[in-house]
């Protein structure tokens, strides 16, 4: 067990972490788990999710939102961005499944730009083969295809 007074020492580290940057609940563990037992670093981690301070559910949106303004990627990297930060398959395939339409509008979208950006530099079917492996969906690539006269 331990004291009030070690445990107020260390949330107050774990929290000025997560205020520095919104954190998920891995990023946490991986953080302190050396440094902090691990059952007060759990105490601290389902008090903060209480309080509020720590929401995974938040951190996929923002994350998404990032992702939309900044990056070309397609909804298998954004998936998998998103499972290296330690977020569940089941809160990934709930938000997927919440904002099915913007994410095919994003990875479209996305494709477009891709597409415009190395159509002077690749043949049609090497755009295609590229955009595949970085895993777009052939139908949203056929979409984007369409849409690149916009």
Do not use: P
């Not at 000025?16 to 981690?45: A, H, P, W």
């Not at 099915?100 to 509008?105: F, G, Q």
């Not at 190395?118 to 083969?129: A, G, P, R, S, T």
């Amino acid at each position: 067990m331990y004291t009030i007074e070690e445990y107020d020492k260390e949330k107050s580290k774990v929290l000025k972490y997560v205020l520095y940057k919104k954190r998920t609940k891995q990023e946490i563990k991986n953080k302190f788990s050396g440094s902090i037992e691990s059952e007060m670093l759990n105490d601290i981690i389902d008090e903060l999710e209480e309080i509020g301070y720590i929401n995974d559910k938040d951190y996929i949106a923002r994350c998404v939102n990032d992702f939309i303004k900044l990056n070309n990627l397609s909804i298998k990297e954004v998936r998998y961005k998103l499972m290296s930060k330690g977020i569940s398959n089941d809160l990934i395939d709930d938000y997927m499944q919440e904002n099915e339409d913007e994410m095919e509008n994003y990875e479209i979208e996305s494709a477009r730009k891709i597409l415009i950006k190395k159509q002077n530099q690749m043949e049609e079917d090497e755009l295609i083969k590229y955009l595949l492996k970085k895993g777009y969906q052939t139908s949203n690539i056929r979409q984007a295809i369409e849409n690149m006269d916009e």
